[in-house]
């Protein structure tokens, strides 16, 4: 999969060698949410990005003249309510300086793209109540769902 946006910006899968840049994006996303995981996590993560194994992660980039500008991890999983898989959006990380500028909208359509090549019954994200420049995104490419996250304590 490589989808040409413009004449200098396009959307393909992560390469091992990307590793320094999506690093960075990586990093910057984990700072918007104000966390952190560690060196081995991250190393395992990036490995995981880039397996060929139908049920692990994977990740879509958006390549620009100057270096990737964003990225989309993303899984496929069963589902006790269909007997097709489910794609599940990890993570969505547009660079600072380009958001607003259309690169989150097409990173989730090629992960739409992905699901229905996939044969998928779905695709569903979360992302934090107080995420409101990513919510007015979302509204418009998404369905706000009822459902309310928990987790073990």
Not at 93 to 122: F, H, K, N, S
Request: some cysteine; proline content about 4%.
């Amino acid at each position: 999969m490589h989808t040409v946006l413009d004449m200098h910006t396009s959307i393909r899968p992560l390469q091992a060698s990307d590793w320094p840049e999506w690093r960075r994006l990586w990093t910057a996303y984990l700072d918007f949410y104000k966390t952190t995981v560690p060196d081995d996590v991250e190393a395992i993560t990036f490995a995981r990005l880039l397996s060929d194994d139908a049920h692990e992660f994977s990740c879509l980039v958006i390549e620009t003249e100057v270096g990737l500008g964003g990225l989309a991890h993303f899984l496929f999983h069963r589902d006790t309510w269909t007997t097709a898989d489910t794609c599940y959006l990890e993570d969505l990380y547009v660079d600072e300086p380009r958001r607003g500028t259309g690169l989150g909208r097409a990173l989730i359509e090629a992960v739409y793209q992905q699901a229905d090549l996939a044969g998928a019954a779905g695709v569903y994200w979360m992302t934090q109540e107080s995420n409101t420049a990513g919510r007015r995104l979302y509204d418009r490419i998404g369905k706000l769902t009822p459902f309310v996250q928990y987790e073990r304590p």
